[in-house]
């Protein structure tokens, strides 16, 4: 055998353990989840969200109007 297909089969080898390592890794990190809030709640303990996009979304959120109070706060005067 040559030494370039000597390299050649050897750099296919190496591809081939690379892919097979990250098909396992893929496996390996799949997760199902039994509802949208259980996958959304997974998701968040996972994502760190930037300092910035946090105080636009406190800004936002003190900027809507509050609630109306319920009925049963007008009838008893809470």
Known sequence: MSS???KFQQRTQQESAQEQQT???QQHTAR???SV????Q????HVVVPPHVAARIRESV???PRPA????????GR
């Open 23 to 25: 098909t396992s890794e």
């Open 69 to 76: 109070r319920g009925w049963w706060q007008r009838l008893f």
């Open 62 to 64: 003190a900027r809507e």
């Open 4 to 6: 370039s297909s000597r």
């Open 42 to 45: 997974h998701d968040s303990t």
């Open 32 to 34: 199902e989840f039994g």
């Open 37 to 40: 809030e259980e996958m959304l």
